[in-house]
T-cell receptor, first 115, second 114 residues
Framework: ELKVEQNPLFLSMQEGKNYTIYCNYSTTSDRLYWYRQDPGKSLESLFVLLSNGAVKQEGRLMASLDTKARLSTLHITAAVHDLSATYFCAVTSWNYGGSQGNLIFGKGTKLSVKP | EPEVTQTPSHQVTQMGQEVILRCVPISNHLYFYWYRQILGQKVEFLVSFYNNEISEKSEIFDDQFSVERPDGSNFTLKIRSTKLEDSAMYFC????????????FGDGTRLSIL
């Protein structure tokens, strides 16, 4: 069974600081996703990481993937209040000849950036 | 930019009643999904649908649930005999291909069972 664990689950940061959210998953998966969710809203796709060593950056967020360690990180640089949201990582259970790629989500990291 | 649309945005229903949640996936997408999120918890996979049949379903998706693509555009989730614990946000998603292609999510339907 594919399991996804995120930590921390809650993160309170001051503006201007850096921090990293970690996402571990339990079995082989070659696609990892990061989503952002604002309260009461839908899931906004941030990054899709497709291969070992993949690194993607968008503004103050940078995501990386280490498939050997089964670990992805979401690094926040110089946080601003607008980044306050819940961040989910998700992996697919897809494998060759397997499923259609339904997403297995972590519990999410609720980020609060304070002035 | 094309988007997945869901209706209604909020549905309030008495326990034991049937509800139908509607979704219009992105037009050229072939794979459709339903997920749910109980308040404050993680997003959970319910079912995937391709070529007019269920591809996969989770343990949550029992006989109480069914999905249908009644026409070329809509994708529906029916919940029969609703229970209090069915209260959640239900998200529809679609993707152009399977095999882990990026999924695009709708804004969700908040289902409240009284």
């Amino acid at each position: 069974e594919l399991k996804v664990e995120q930590n921390p689950l809650f993160l309170s940061m001051q503006e201007g600081k850096n921090y990293t959210i970690y996402c571990n998953y339990s079995t082989t998966s070659d696609r990892l996703y990061w989503y952002r969710q604002d309260p009461g809203k839908s899931l906004e796709s941030l990054f899709v990481l497709l291969s070992n060593g993949a690194v993607k950056q968008e503004g103050r967020l940078m995501a990386s993937l280490d498939t050997k360690a089964r670990l992805s990180t979401l690094h926040i640089t110089a946080a601003v209040h607008d980044l306050s949201a819940t961040y989910f990582c998700a992996v697919t259970s897809w494998n060759y000849g397997g499923s259609q790629g339904n997403l297995i989500f972590g519990k999410g990291t609720k980020l609060s950036v304070k002035p | 930019e094309p988007e997945v649309t869901q209706t209604p945005s909020h549905q309030v229903t008495q326990m034991g009643q049937e509800v139908i949640l509607r979704c219009v996936p992105i037009s050229n997408h072939l794979y459709f999904y339903w997920y749910r999120q109980i308040l404050g918890q993680k997003v959970e996979f319910l079912v995937s649908f391709y070529n007019n049949e269920i591809s996969e379903k989770s343990e949550i998706f029992d006989d109480q649930f069914s999905v249908e693509r009644p026409d070329g555009s809509n994708f529906t989730l029916k919940i029969r005999s609703t229970k209090l614990e069915d209260s959640a946000m239900y998200f529809c998603a679609s993707s152009e291909g399977g095999g882990g292609q990026p999924q695009h999510f709708g804004d969700g339907t908040r289902l409240s069972i009284l």
